[in-house]
């Protein structure tokens, strides 16, 4: 009896050490579309490769392409021109688990790139860092205010 309770308390020491499957899963990616402002996200995923997979499924256009990889414990953001002239409904709804919120095309128009066409994006340690890169990678690009649209982190 004595020697079943040592296997016993010896297997939940070793279990206890052992790291929480959810730990483990922890990959996002974003992707875009150059030419119609479409994007996509994935967030804790397994693997680096189903997080891109999953972002190009979100992002639903031949022209995507994975622009950020997020790893374990990171966080991203994506922000853009304010809504204007030539900018598409931005925010509408995607489906599937673990994806974010994707971004309707842009109608284009006027000289140069419909600012639709215009992203920053990050990828910092918190939420608000990202935020702030991603806000300021925009700011480059365009020369109008920028909102963040989308941030979120990874286990």
Partial sequence: MHYAALI???????????????????YGAIAY??????????????????A?????RDCARPGCKVVLRVGPRACAAIASPVQ????GPAN?????????????????????????TIIGAAVR??????ALAAMQDCQKRFSGQCRVRKTECNR
Avoid at 110 to 116: C, E, H, I
Avoid at 125 to 130: E, G, P
């Fill in 33 to 50: 579309d150059e030419q119609t402002g479409r994007d996509g996200f994935s967030w804790n995923y397994d693997s680096a490769q189903q």
């Fill in 8 to 26: 016993a308390a010896a297997v939940a020491a070793f279990a206890a050490g052992l790291p929480a499957r959810a730990a483990i899963a922890a």
């Fill in 84 to 87: 204007g002239p030539g900018n």
């Fill in 125 to 130: 340690s918190s939420r608000d860092a990202a």
């Fill in 52 to 56: 891109e997979q999953a972002a190009l």
């Fill in 92 to 116: 509408a709804p995607a489906s599937g688990p673990g994806n974010g919120a994707g971004n309707g095309p842009g109608e284009g128009g006027g000289n140069g790139p419909s600012p639709s």
